[in-house]
């Protein structure tokens, strides 16, 4: 079965400094990875993810997300953190050629300070 | 496009009540997931359909009931309500023309609490 853990529940981060959100996952053969963020009292929203080819992914809002197969990570990065980041980020797994549904990470809490 | 579209947005129930979670896409995805989202536990898949007239169970699907009869629909129901039902339900939808690939869109979402 796979499996998806974001080790730190909140991440603070002063405005302007680079953040980094964590996720490691677990799943048989080549994983499919995604992210997404949520607003308080909104659904999910896409962000990025990962099929294949460069392991630097770029995405919405000036995200980027690199995937490291030999740790299982796949971590998401912006250079520069917007008071606006703030808000809910899921980490998500399928297995690369499935129809099965994803599975989510526990969600980090981003918090961008001013 | 609406994309994918639930509702109520909230909904109050008492301990036994049925009720039925609405929801819908118009994007002409053929796969289509309920999630309940609680605090600390992210996402857990309830049940999913692949297409009209398939459905599978997911992590959580005790006390929920679905059927997929149109493409466009999949409504959840709560059989009797519990208040360890109460959360954030959402549905998505996907379509399977990439072979897991794809990305799944959300709704916004219906906040349930049960007394």
């Known amino acids: 079965a796979q499996s998806v853990a974001q080790p730190e529940d909140q991440v603070n981060v002063a405005e302007g400094n680079p953040l980094t959100v964590k996720c490691t996952y677990s799943?048989?053969?080549?994983?499919?990875l995604f992210w997404y963020v949520q607003y308080p009292n909104r659904g999910l929203q896409f962000l990025l993810k990962?099929?294949?080819?460069?392991?630097l992914v770029k995405g919405s809002y000036g995200f980027e997300a690199e995937f490291n197969k030999s740790q299982t990570s796949f971590h998401l990065k912006k250079p520069s953190a917007l008071v606006s980041d703030s808000a809910l980020y899921f980490c998500?797994?399928?297995?690369?050629?499935?129809?099965?549904?994803?599975?989510f990470g526990s969600g980090t809490q981003l918090t961008v300070l001013p | 496009n609406a994309g994918v579209t639930q509702t109520p947005k909230f909904q109050v129930l008492k301990t036994g009540q049925s009720m039925t979670l609405q929801c819908a896409q118009d994007?002409?995805?053929?796969?289509m997931s309920w999630y309940r989202q609680d605090p600390g536990m992210g996402l857990r898949l309830i049940h999913y359909?692949?297409?009209?007239?398939?459905?599978d169970q997911g992590e959580v699907p005790n006390g929920y009931n679905v059927s997929r009869s149109t493409t466009e629909d999949f409504p959840l129901r709560l059989l009797s309500a519990a208040p360890s039902q109460t959360s954030v339900y959402f549905c998505?939808?996907?379509?399977?023309?990439?072979?897991?690939?794809?990305?799944?869109?959300f709704g916004p979402g219906t906040r349930l609490t049960v007394l």
């Open positions: 998505a939808s996907s379509s399977a023309l990439g072979g897991g690939t794809d990305t799944q869109y």
């Open positions: 799943v048989s053969g080549n994983p499919y």
């Open positions: 990962y099929i294949t080819g460069d392991n």
């Open positions: 998500a797994v399928r297995p690369s050629g499935s129809a099965r549904q994803l599975t």
């Open positions: 994007m002409n995805h053929e796969y």
């Open positions: 359909s692949v297409g009209a007239g398939i459905t």
